[in-house]
């Protein structure tokens, strides 16, 4: 959800601060990352905008492959 929020174009930037700082907050808690870790997941709080450059460099990264290899979608 946290994703969605941050990305979402026009987003109030009040209600995405207070959704980002209650996330942190919520990440921090040992309760949280254990169970988090239980399931395979790491928790790495980041900014709206970091979100995104790690985002955009993803999409680049594999745009790349996909371009490279012809992968078609069947």
């Known amino acids: ?3 969605i929020l941050e ?3 026009g ?3 009040d209600l995405i601060a207070r959704f980002t700082k209650a996330a942190h907050v919520a990440l921090a ?3 949280v990352k254990a169970k988090l870790e239980d399931l395979g997941a790491r928790a790495i709080p980041s900014t709206p905008e ?6 955009q460099s993803e999409l680049d ?3 790349m492959i996909v371009k490279a290899k ?3 979608v069947e």
């Open 1 to 3: 959800m946290r994703a």
């Open 7 to 9: 990305n979402y174009p």
């Open 11 to 13: 987003g109030p930037p």
């Open 29 to 31: 808690d040992p309760t």
């Open 50 to 55: 970091e979100m995104r450059q790690m985002q």
């Open 61 to 63: 990264r594999y745009g």
């Open 70 to 72: 012809n992968i078609k």
